[in-house]
Every structure is written in structure tokens, then in C-alpha cells.
């Protein structure tokens, strides 16, 4: 894991997976990949960037107002990148509009649709923005958030997300447009299914993934880990994991427990300056996070946990066969899992040491 001479590239044996082929924070201009939320109106988009990226209870995001203008924000994390906000009533690809500055050089373009009200007017737009991009922007990134679903029950949902699916496929299909790179979630505000698909939409913007990947494997058969994943804290997106299954449920543990790290932050956290004369930052305890090591027991399995720096955590689930007698192995192998972190992402390091 420390010899990592190609580890800012992917493999060039591995299938197209990847669809922008930049390094994060490469983008020419404001240097942030943008993510664009569309969809008709009231279908939930500004509750979604609320909840994910503003902390905002989902209880809370009825008293929303509706989305009149475009609404631009820059997120500052491990990736710096931009969410803008659509309204659902404009025709974006009218010449009033400029299309260069809206669809040019975005990462994905994620559209909302509302499962529990009349889709096919939403569909129907949604390809007819497909097939728009199609010509100028085929790289962009198309992401369908099937959302609302908590209210449906289990095989509502199940035959609405199909026919959803189907209807896109199909209407596609017959303008000539086969196997679309459309991938499509059932997503909610009220469960951890809208953090999951984010984090998928997010990891497709990181040519560094397979990497990530090899890294986490590899400490995962390192020190008999069941599955480990590698948080953004602030959002609870995560930016990679093993390649073992994943299920819900264990990401559910570790999105929860992220909830503590956070909580502990805002009351013991502390911006640490930086000394006269010097741009790195006086650091304390582990390196480059100024907390936290801990490994805890949640029924059957240990839940280990470091922050890896100011913006990341590495949280791995462990089963019940003694880790506390190889905390110290582990604690070891985790510290050389970071210090390959900063070669995968020698930028992002370098910027974090900055002082404000």
C-alpha cells in the first residue's frame, strides 16, 4: 500500500466506468465539479440538498419554499464541488437561456422524480433533457432519483421503480438511443437511502476509486475486517468502500455513528492555527485529525473508527473474534492505509494543510 506510483490514475485495463476522467478539483474555471439537481416542481430537490448538505431535519424541509431561481452552492469538503439548485418550471434548453453555462463541464446531472405523484409528464422531460445532452455534453453523468418512496408500500414501490425505469429505457430506446448510462435509486429524506445514493454519485466522480478500493481490500484481508468505508463526515456521504457486498444495514451503523463523531466535534473541536513563519498546521495526537480513535462493540460486531483528517473518517465493521487484542495491528495497518491516502490524493492533502 506505501508504493503507489500510479495511484492518481485508474487502470487503463478497466472498464469505462469512470465518465469524466478528471481529478477532483482538476475542472478548468472555479476549479469545482458540479452536480445539478432538476426535476418538476415540488418534487423534492431542495429538500434533498438540505438534508445531505446542510444538516436540516427532513421534518423540517416542509416549511421549504419553492425554488424560484437558480440556487448556487459551493461545497467545501474532501472534494470541493458545486450543487446547483433548478427550478422545476423552466425550459433550460431555450434560447434565453445559456446552456454552455449551465450543462458545461458538470460532473452529473441528477434528476428528481416524485413516486407518489403523476410521473409521466417527469419522464417525459427527463429524456427529452437526455437526448438534448446527448449531442453537446455525452460524458455528463445522468442519475434518476425515484424519491418519496417512504410513503409507498413495499410492492408499490417495487412496480413503481420498474415502470419507472422501463418507461425511461423504452422512450429512449425508440429515439435510437440504446443502453443508456442511466442509473436510477429509490431514495428518501427520512432513511439513510438518500446518503447512499449520493455516495454512489459521488464515486463516480473520482477517477482515484479502483485505488481507494485496492487500498480498503487490502486492509480489510490485513486485518480480518468485514467491511470498511471511507467517509466524508460532514456529509455522510461515503467516497468508497471495500468490494464485498455492502448492504443497508451496515451502512446504517456506521452512518450513525459518524452522527456521534460529529456531535463530539462541535462541542470538544477546536481550529488548530497554524505557527508564525510555518503553512503546515500544529497537529496534535493523530496526525492530521485532532481526534479520534475508538473501537466500541454494536451487538455482534466491533465498530472501529480514525479520522484519517479534518475531513474523512475510516469506519470498519469487525466480527466478535477478539479485535481488542489486535487494536495494536490494527492501528498500525490503518496508519499506513492514511499515509497512502495522501499519496492517492497529494493536492487535497497539500490544501488541507493551509491556513485559513
Known amino acids: 500500500m506505501e508504493d503507489l506510483p500510479d495511484a492518481d490514475t485508474p487502470p487503463t485495463d478497466m472498464p469505462p466506468r469512470y465518465h469524466t476522467g478528471r481529478l477532483p478539483n482538476s475542472k478548468a474555471g472555479d476549479g469545482k465539479p458540479r452536480l445539478l439537481l432538476m426535476g418538476q416542481r415540488r418534487s423534492g430537490k431542495s429538500s434533498i440538498s438540505s438534508v445531505v448538505f446542510h444538516k436540516l431535519p427532513p421534518g423540517e424541509t416542509l416549511y421549504l419554499e419553492t425554488t424560484t431561481h437558480i440556487k448556487k452552492e459551493s461545497m467545501h469538503s474532501f472534494m470541493d464541488f458545486q450543487v446547483w ?10 434560447p434565453e437561456f445559456d446552456v454552455e453555462n449551465i450543462f458545461d463541464e458538470i460532473g452529473a446531472l441528477i434528476w428528481v422524480i416524485d413516486a407518489q405523484d403523476e410521473y409521466l409528464e417527469a419522464i417525459g422531460r ?64 427520512y432513511d439513510h437511502s438518500i446518503f447512499e445514493a449520493f455516495s454512489k454519485v459521488i464515486q463516480k466522480l473520482i477517477p482515484q476509486l479502483p485505488t ?15 467491511k470498511a468505508y471511507l467517509f466524508d463526515i460532514m456529509s455522510k456521504i461515503y467516497i468508497a468502500t471495500d468490494t464485498s457486498p455492502t ?14 463523531v460529529i456531535d463530539i466535534s462541535e462541542i470538544y473541536g477546536w481550529d488548530r492555527p497554524a505557527e508564525e513563519g510555518k503553512k503546515e498546521l500544529i497537529e496534535t495526537g493523530n496526525n492530521d485529525a485532532e481526534s479520534l480513535i475508538t473501537m466500541e462493540r454494536k451487538g455482534n460486531n466491533y465498530l472501529y473508527l480514525r479520522e484519517i483528517n479534518k475531513y474523512l473518517a475510516l469506519i470498519c465493521l469487525m466480527g466478535d473474534d477478539s479485535p481488542q487484542d489486535k487494536k495494536s495491528i490494527i492501528d498500525y495497518n490503518v496508519g499506513v492505509f492514511q499515509a497512502a491516502l495522501k499519496q492517492v490524493f497529494p493536492r487535497a492533502d497539500r490544501e488541507q494543510l493551509q491556513p485559513e
Open 126 to 189: 427527463l429524456n427529452q433533457t437526455i437526448l438534448n445532452l446527448q449531442s453537446r455534453y455525452p460524458s455528463i453523468n445522468i442519475e434518476v432519483f425515484v424519491h418519496k418512496v417512504d410513503g409507498l408500500s413495499e410492492d408499490y414501490k417495487s412496480d413503481t421503480f420498474r415502470d419507472i425505469i422501463q418507461r425511461v429505457q423504452d422512450e429512449l430506446s425508440d429515439h435510437g438511443y440504446e443502453n443508456a448510462p442511466v442509473s436510477f435509486y429509490q431514495t428518501s429524506i
Open 85 to 94: 439548485d433548478l427550478p422545476g418550471q423552466f425550459n433550460y434548453f431555450d
Open 247 to 260: 448492504d443497508i444495514g451496515s451502512y446504517e451503523i456506521c452512518s450513525d455513528y459518524i452522527d456521534v
Open 212 to 226: 481507494l478500493e485496492a487500498l480498503l481490500n487490502s486492509l480489510c484481508a490485513a486485518c480480518r475486517i468485514e
